[in-house]
C-alpha cells in the first residue's frame, strides 16, 4: 500500500487532492477501483441532438424528424382513422321496438374450432346475487338445525328477494321436509335423486317448530322431496310437522306443498287435516307434456285427484297449484289445463318460466316474456280462480307472505271466513312489490 502511494506522489501528471483521497480509501476500494484515466484522454462525444449555446436560438425540430422517430402502433392508426367522439355521439340513433327488445341474444362460447351457438338469458330473468346479514342469518339457522329448503336444493332464482329482507319476518322460506333426496327423477328438477334414502330425521318437525317460531314467520311455506320408499309416503312425519308448528306458533299460517303419495288419497287426507291452512300440489305442466316432464309415477289426473281430494278432506281450505311455462305447451292445452282445475274447484294458480337448472336437465323451448304471462293471468282471473300470480320468476312458493296473504287472506278474514288470527298476521304483511303481477277475484 505505502509503495503504491509513493509511486503516485512521484507522479508528475497527479493532482495532489486526489492523492489525499487516495490516503484515506480502504484497501478494498483500491485494489477494485476502475482504471485511472489522464484528463488529457477523456474526449465528448457529439450528442446526438442538436444543442445550443446560451446566446444563440435554435430552430424547432422537422416534422420529418418526429415522424421517422414515432414508434408504429397500428391500434392508434386504427383509432385515428375512425369517427370522432362528436361524430359517434351526434349520429341518428333508432330507438328499439318492443319486438327488438325482447328479442333473445345469441353468442358463440367454446375454443376455436368446437364453438357453440348459445341463448343469453333475458333481461327480465337476471336476479342479484344472495348477499346481507338476514340472507347469512336464516341460513346459519338452517344449518344448525340441520334442515332443508327447496330453495336451495332447486336452485331458485328468487332467495335473495325472499330471504334478503331487512329482518327475518318479512323473509319466507320453503322448507323442505324429509332430506334432501328424492325417490323420483322429474326432468326439470334439480333436487338429488335415490332409490334408497337416508332414514327420516325423527327430530325435524320439532327442529322445523323451533326454527320458524324463532323467526317469527306469519306464513311459511311447508315441502318435501317424494319418499315413495316409506310406506306412508312420509304423510304422517308431514302432519306431526305441522301439529308442532301450530302448537308453538297458532296464528302462523302454514302452506303445505305435497307430493301425490302415490295416488293414496287417505295420506292426503292426514295431511289436509293436520291443521294447515293452504293445501298446495303442482300440476307442473301440461296433460300432453306429462310424460316427458314429469317422473314416470307422477301423473295428470293422479295430481288432479289429490288436490280434489284435499278440497273434500276439510272445508274451506284452499288448493293451490302452479303451472311451467316454456317447455313447449300451447294455449289450447293451457286452456284444456285451467278448465279442469277450476272443475275440481282449485283456488288459486301461478305461472311461471322454467328455467334449466343444468346441462343435464330439459331444454328452455321457449323464454315467455312479461306480457304473455300478463295475459294468462288476466284469463285465469276471468275463469273465476281466486288468486293469480304469474310472471317469469314467479313460483309456487315465491314471496308466499306478501303475494298471497296481503291478496288473499287478509281480505277473507275481513269478511269472517278465514280462521282466527289471520287478520294479525296480515297486518304484518307487506303488500308484493311493484312488477308482480297478482291479482285476486273476491
Known amino acids: 500500500m505505502g509503495r503504491f502511494l509513493l509511486n503516485l506522489f512521484n507522479s508528475s501528471d497527479y493532482p495532489l487532492s486526489k492523492l489525499a483521497m487516495a490516503g484515506t480509501a480502504t484497501r478494498f476500494r483500491c485494489l477494485h477501483a476502475p482504471p485511472l484515466q489522464s484528463p488529457s484522454r477523456v474526449f465528448l462525444r457529439p450528442s446526438p441532438t442538436t444543442s445550443r449555446s446560451f446566446a444563440t436560438a435554435t430552430s424547432e425540430p422537422s416534422a420529418s424528424d418526429t415522424t421517422s422517430r414515432r414508434r408504429p402502433t397500428s391500434f392508434q392508426d386504427r383509432l385515428n382513422a375512425g369517427p370522432s367522439l362528436s361524430e359517434f355521439v351526434g349520429s341518428d340513433t333508432q330507438s328499439l321496438t318492443p319486438e327488438d327488445a325482447l328479442e333473445l341474444r345469441t353468442a358463440m362460447v ?115 322431496v317424494d319418499r315413495d320408499d316409506l310406506v306412508d309416503g312420509g304423510a304422517h312425519h308431514f302432519a306431526e310437522t305441522i301439529m308442532k308448528i301450530k302448537q308453538k306458533a297458532p296464528t302462523m299460517l302454514v302452506e303445505a306443498l305435497t307430493g301425490d303419495y302415490a295416488g293414496d288419497l287417505e295420506m292426503v287426507k292426514v295431511v289436509a287435516q293436520s291443521g294447515l291452512d293452504v293445501y298446495a300440489h303442482n300440476m307442473e305442466t301440461v296433460e300432453e307434456l306429462t310424460p316427458m316432464v314429469r317422473d314416470w309415477r307422477a301423473k295428470f289426473r293422479q295430481s288432479l285427484q289429490v288436490l280434489e281430494a284435499a278440497k273434500r278432506a276439510k272445508e274451506g281450505l284452499i288448493t293451490k297449484t302452479s303451472i311451467m311455462l316454456g317447455l313447449g305447451e300451447t294455449e289450447d292445452q293451457l286452456w284444456h289445463t ?96 311493484e312488477g308482480d303481477a297478482v291479482g285476486v277475484n273476491l
Open 110 to 224: 367454446g375454443p376455436k374450432g368446437r364453438q357453440k351457438q348459445i341463448t343469453r338469458l333475458p333481461s327480465w330473468l337476471k336476479t342479484p346475487v344472495p348477499v346481507g346479514d338476514n340472507y347469512k342469518k336464516i341460513k346459519n339457522d338452517l344449518r344448525g338445525l340441520n334442515l332443508h329448503t327447496v330453495c336451495e336444493e332447486a336452485r331458485c332464482p328468487n332467495i335473495s328477494d325472499c330471504w334478503g329482507g331487512s329482518e327475518k319476518s318479512a323473509a319466507t322460506a320453503t322448507i323442505m321436509l324429509m332430506g334432501d333426496t328424492c325417490t323420483r327423477g322429474c326432468r326439470f328438477c334439480s333436487v338429488k335423486t335415490s332409490k334408497a334414502p337416508p332414514p327420516l330425521d325423527p327430530h325435524e318437525p320439532e327442529h322445523t317448530a323451533e326454527a320458524l317460531s324463532r323467526w317469527g314467520l306469519g306464513y311459511v311455506v311447508l315441502t318435501s
Open 338 to 433: 285451467l278448465k279442469e282445475l277450476r272443475k275440481i274447484d282449485v283456488d288459486v294458480v301461478t305461472f311461471g318460466q322454467y328455467m334449466r337448472p343444468t346441462k343435464r336437465h330439459m331444454k328452455v323451448e321457449e323464454y315467455i316474456t312479461p306480457a304473455v304471462f300478463e295475459t294468462w293471468r288476466l284469463r285465469a282471473l276471468d275463469m273465476g280462480f281466486l288468486y293469480c300470480a304469474s310472471g317469469p320468476l314467479v313460483r309456487s312458493s315465491y314471496k308466499a307472505g306478501e303475494a298471497f296473504i296481503e291478496n288473499v287472506l287478509k281480505k277473507r278474514a275481513g269478511k269472517g271466513g278465514m280462521p282466527g288470527g289471520a287478520a294479525a298476521v296480515g297486518e304484518r304483511v307487506v303488500a308484493a312489490g
